[in-house]
């Protein structure tokens, strides 16, 4: 399995408009971070995980020229605003299954009004296959790819993380229930939202996200979902053995 990283930003992207800090100015390209995202590759399936407001330019970057599903974690702008741009997959391979929670189905259906009620001919509209999926119901995509969702929660909302057979993608979180954790415990790859290193009421830090990290003891962790209080070279060598801070392009294979 290959897991790469197409975005490691926050909802403003790195560097933030009108920002002149280290990290927005840094000539490190670590320190460019695009809205959050991930394409996981498995025995010949492309998995993307959420569409980035960035997905046009992340496609592009990498060379996504098909995808066999796409998964949802939650429906904030920076994590489903990139859907419209599923179109010209579709112009090749046709509509898309697209994997998401109750609670998220009803809000793409509200925000991408136009997909499935459409009121205009001429243009385009991105064509989809809606998947629901629950919480710690687990599915397959092909013969080796076991996919379970997992709820962890964002503040308030609850928002589902994925694993895929030893990975794990867990993102905008602040507490992770129990029953989550007992899914987590010693991977291989633990994918970890982390903002910065103040407190956020939203998100983890990096003490919560370190000691939540000790505690399901992964093989190896990668920080991601990072805003510009980050400086990668700053603050990587602040990290313990066996966590890094993800950047964008990075791959991460088992």
Known sequence: MKLTFLGTGTSTGVPAIGCQC?????????????????????????????????????????????????????????????????????????????????????????????????????????????????????????????????????????????????FAYVTDLSEMPPETKDHLRDLDVLVLGCLRFRAHPTHLNVERALALIAELRPRRAYLTHISHEIKHARDAAQLPRGVEFAYDGLEVSD
């Open 22 to 166: 280290e990290t927005c100015t840094s000539n490190d390209p670590r320190d460019k971070r695009l809205r959050v995202s991930a394409l996981v590759e498995h025995e010949g399936k492309l998995v993307l995980i959420d569409t980035s407001p960035d997905f046009r330019q992340q496609a592009l970057r990498h060379g996504i020229n098909r995808l066999d599903a796409i998964f949802i974690t939650h429906c904030h702008a920076d994590h489903i605003f990139g859907l419209d741009d599923l179109r010209p997959l579709n112009f090749q391979h046709g509509a898309l299954p697209v994997f998401a929670s109750e609670r998220s189905w009803r809000d793409i259906r509200r925000i991408f009004q136009y997909v499935f009620e459409p009121s205009h001919f001429g243009g385009g509209v991105p064509q989809i296959v809606p998947h629901l999926i629950e919480e710690r119901a687990p599915f397959c995509l092909g013969r080796d790819l076991r996919v379970w969702p997992l709820r962890v929660i964002h503040g308030r909302l609850p928002v589902l993380c994925f694993r895929l057979n030893d």
